[in-house]
């Protein structure tokens, strides 16, 4: 074996040459015979592996290199035939043969079990059958696909819709949502506003039973609870005024919807009556106006009450100064008055004394009487003189004040009665607003005398204007003077002179003291006063008053 692969390559034999002896015709049918053939045998492999590599996909593509080996391997053992025409390689040759019938026996084996499964291959008639089911499952494929793809997009347009819808209405329930929180907001301001509000709030059904009263309202009739709120709202009235509240009231708010004035409410508590300014309504559905609840907003009025007594107790003050100054000018009148007469006495009493005969025993005691007349008439007289000259000494308090003040202060407490009489107020007051010093109540009496003067000069029924107007004029430097002017029948000239005269009056139920009461305060205060007639309708009352400089 050694020796034999060692000469494998050695040409010791015989050429096979010799076999054709040599004879070219023979010898070259051979050799271009055996190179056609491994010409073609080494080709068939390139064609096979080009093949195989091109069709990665072919079943058993093995098998073709295997038969490219083989064919490869038969391609050689021809070379080896050429060769050993001139070579006597026969070991080579051999080994090469050997190769190939290995390569060819292999190949052999592997093909027999191939065949069953090369024979299971489809022929190109069934693959061409299969081919067109094929195309057939693809078109049907394709049809199934397009009309997937319409349900799809079908199916995208309704969720797309569907989507905006929701979209649109997620938005709307988002501005339900704001506009509902914004109502929301709205009721609780609205609920703290009468839940914080000082005024009584309360509601009530159409039946008249209150389902609703706020805090302050059922505090201020002594509630505790809005349990104990919801009883019938008659019971929130003092007994007495209910028949008045359903006859009327009731009556009245049913017919205009609404109804305001001043009530009386009850304290559930202490039982006393609280004066109420109430405003009564209905609450209305929005759009059919249809009547939904009665409701009330009313206002503790006893303050303002309180306020009204003390007001009519400052006038009857006022009314009682006037009475106490009337009582001293009457005094000072009859004062005036009876001191002629006991002057009269006192002369008369003198000539008396002087015409009894002085001898005259039995007319002693004439005289004696005479004299003590004279010297009670003296004595009464002396008495008079001093009361005169103690009113005209009573002095007015004096302080500083603003005429401008006392003007408007007089014309509240006028307002209500002028409001009455119909009589408009004008006032032109000084923007300097003078002060003067004087009695604040004494000058308030005067400037009451000359207005209530003024509207009674208006008070004819059917008079046509009713002006007053008030003025305060800086006419000097050190002197202000206030002016009333009425629009009512004028002074008539024959009366000019005794306007001021104590008890001269030209009404049915004057006194005739106004005009002088006033007279005595004016000069008591270093002022004059007098009357002029207007130009037109009327009179103007003024006076005068010294200003103060001590602002
Ligand atoms: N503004 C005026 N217009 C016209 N006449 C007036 C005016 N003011 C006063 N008189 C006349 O002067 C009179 C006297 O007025 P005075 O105020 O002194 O008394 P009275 O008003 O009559 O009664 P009282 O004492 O009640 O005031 C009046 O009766 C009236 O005739
Ligand atoms: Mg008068």
Redesign the pocket.
């Known amino acids: 074996m050694g020796e034999f692969l060692a000469r494998l390559f050695s040409s010791d034999f015989m050429p096979h040459g010799h076999c054709y002896l040599w004879r070219p015709e023979i010898l070259w049918l051979h050799v271009f015979s055996d190179g056609v053939i491994t010409t073609a045998y080494f080709f068939i492999p390139l064609a096979l592996v080009y093949f195989v590599r091109k069709r990665k996909d072919l079943p058993f593509n093995w098998m073709f290199l295997l038969f490219g080996v083989f064919i490869f391997a038969c391609g050689t053992t021809h070379l080896m035939e050429i060769w050993t025409v001139w070579n006597g390689t026969y070991r080579l040759a051999g080994v090469i043969k050997a190769i190939t019938a290995v390569a060819s026996v292999g190949t052999a084996l592997a093909l027999v079990p191939l065949i069953p499964q090369a024979l299971a291959l489809p022929s190109p008639a069934q693959l061409r059958a299969a081919n067109a089911k094929l195309e057939e499952e693809v078109r049907e494929r394709l049809q199934a696909e397009a009309a997937l793809e319409e349900a799809r997009s079908e199916l995208e347009t309704k969720v797309q819709e569907r989507t905006a819808e929701l979209a649109e209405s997620i938005e709307a329930l988002l501005a339900e949502i704001a506009e509902r929180k914004r109502a929301e907001e709205e009721s609780r301001k609205l609920a703290s506003l009468v839940e914080n509000s000082t005024d009584f709030i309360g509601v009530a059904s159409l039946d008249g039973k209150a389902t609703f009263v706020n805090g302050s309202g059922q505090a201020m009739v002594g509630l505790e609870s809005d349990d104990e709120a919801q009883v019938e709202i008659l019971k929130y009235l003092p007994p007495e005024d209910r028949d008045w509240f359903q006859q009327h009231i009731l009556p009245a708010l049913q017919r205009d919807g609404t109804w305001e004035g001043e009530t009386r409410f009850r304290h559930f508590k202490t039982d006393a009556t609280i004066p109420m300014l109430q405003h009564i309504f209905f609450i209305k559905e929005p759009v059919t106006n249809r009547r939904l609840a009665l409701a009330t907003i009313s206002r503790d009025i006893s303050q303002r009450k309180r306020a009204e007594d003390a007001l009519q107790k400052a006038q009857t003050d006022l009314a009682h100064v006037t009475r106490v100054s009337t009582m001293g000018e009457m005094a000072a009148s009859i004062a005036h008055e009876v001191n002629q007469p006991l002057a009269a006495i006192v002369t008369n009493g003198n000539a008396s004394l002087r015409l009894l005969p002085k001898d005259a025993e039995s007319l002693e005691d004439v005289r004696e009487a005479v004299e003590c007349m004279i010297s009670d008439a003296m004595r009464a007289s002396e008495i008079i003189k001093r009361i005169r000259a103690a009113l005209k000494n009573v002095a007015p308090e004096k302080n500083p004040l603003s005429l401008n003040e006392t003007i408007q202060e007089t014309l509240a407490l006028a307002a209500g009665e002028l409001a009455r009489s119909q009589v408009q107020v004008r006032t032109k007051l000084n923007a300097t607003s003078p002060l003067v010093i004087g009695d604040r109540v004494q000058l308030q009496q005067v400037l009451l005398?000359l207005i209530f003067?003024?509207k009674?000069?208006m008070s004819q029924p059917g008079w046509q204007q009713r002006e007053l107007l008030i003025s305060t004029e800086d006419a000097k430097p050190d002197e202000v003077t206030v002016a009333v002017r009425?629009s009512?029948?004028?002074?008539d000239p024959q009366?000019q002179e005794r306007?001021f005269d104590t008890f001269?009056?030209?009404?049915e139920d004057?006194?005739?003291?106004?005009?002088?009461i006033s007279r005595t305060i004016v000069e008591a205060h270093g002022g004059r006063l007098w009357a002029t007639a207007n130009e037109g309708a009327g009179?103007t009352?003024q006076f005068t008053l010294p200003t103060s400089h001590r602002n």
């Open positions: 005398n003067n003024g009674e000069s009425d009512g029948s004028g002074i009366n306007l001269f009056t030209t009404k004057g006194i005739g003291l106004g005009l002088s009179a009352f």
